[in-house]
């Protein structure tokens, strides 16, 4: 009995140490199951200079954070390289109205809107609109649930 005891809280301590890093195992950038391509191979420069997503080109990358970024022209990419932060989507190109609720789920480089000079996806037209409705709340939350999530 005492041994049973024993190996329970055994197992009681350990718990964390085996769980905890499960609730930050998302990738630092969506890429989805299956890729290293961010952005679903949109120029995340393209958001900024046209003010429309573009499709990238193999022929223009750079890596950033585990994931490969696509651009439409070698200036899109330089530009990148020289300020990343600038121009990366937040929260990892994950879907802001989810992280508000500290939760991850994939961002579509479709449904975007800038914010204060920074780029945020959504899942998809109906989140988006959700999101559109208190973008100054949900992105105060989404922050802090970034942040938490270590990040």
């Known amino acids: 009995m005492k041994f049973r005891s024993t190996l329970f809280v055994a197992a009681l301590l350990l718990a964390p140490a085996i769980y905890a890093p499960i ?3 998302e990738p630092a950038i969506y ?3 299956f890729s290293t391509t961010a952005l679903q191979g949109y120029d ?3 958001y900024f200079e046209t003010g429309a997503p573009a499709k990238g080109s193999k022929d223009f990358t750079t890596d950033y954070k585990g994931a490969t970024f696509q651009f439409t022209n070698a200036e899109h990419r330089d530009a990148f390289l020289a300020n990343p932060e600038a121009y990366a989507p937040q929260y990892g190109g994950y879907c802001a109205w989810a992280m508000a609720d500290g939760k991850y789920a994939k961002g579509d480089a479709r449904y975007w ?3 204060d000079g920074k780029l945020y996806l959504n899942y998809n037209s109906d989140i988006q609109g959700k ?3 208190d ?3 949900f ?3 989404a922050d802090a649930e970034w942040s938490a999530l270590n990040h």
């Open 131 to 133: 999101w559109n409705a």
């Open 23 to 25: 609730a930050s195992a």
């Open 139 to 141: 992105v105060s939350k």
């Open 31 to 33: 890429t989805g199951r």
């Open 135 to 137: 973008i100054p709340g």
């Open 44 to 46: 995340p420069v393209a």
């Open 113 to 115: 809107k800038i914010v």
